[in-house]
């Protein structure tokens, strides 16, 4: 089992910054070896926002959030985190940390074995 403690949501103006933790915890979670980010917006289905690879570093971005969002690891904590700049409006929903098992791909959609953290909302108003 895995525990995923997501933090840092908030409301913010468009143009601002917001930094998102994720707090892994369980007897598990080093079996699993990507950290994400999803969103998931009323009315919408859920979407990963960005994911990484603590082992090699290797990650991957949503289109609409390239150059804006950047995730990163620190494996000793076993925290991850989404700073994540230039909101917009377009960026209102609630964020989920998630930890996926060996074999999952974001950039192919495919997660594996996948435990999600109890979300936090984002909302940034205009």
């Known amino acids: 089992e895995v525990q995923l403690v997501e933090s840092g949501g908030g409301l913010v103006q468009a143009g601002g910054s917001l930094k998102l933790a994720c707090a892994a915890s369980?007897?598990?979670?080093?079996?699993?070896?990507?950290i994400a980010w999803f969103r998931q917006a009323p009315g919408k289905e859920r979407e990963a926002v960005s994911c990484?690879?603590?082992?090699?570093?290797?990650?991957y971005y949503l289109d609409s959030v390239k150059g804006r969002f950047a995730i990163s690891s620190d494996n000793a904590r076993k925290t991850g985190y989404l700073q994540m700049d230039s909101l917009t409006p377009e960026d209102t929903a609630t964020y989920y940390c998630?930890?996926?098992?060996?074999?999952?791909?974001?950039?192919?959609?495919?997660?594996?074995?996948?435990?999600y953290g109890q979300g936090t909302q984002v909302t940034v108003s205009s």
């Open positions: 998630a930890a996926l098992a060996w074999g999952s791909s974001c950039r192919r959609k495919i997660y594996v074995n996948t435990y």
């Open positions: 369980g007897p598990e979670f080093d079996q699993y070896t990507t």
């Open positions: 990484i690879s603590p082992s090699d570093g290797s990650t």
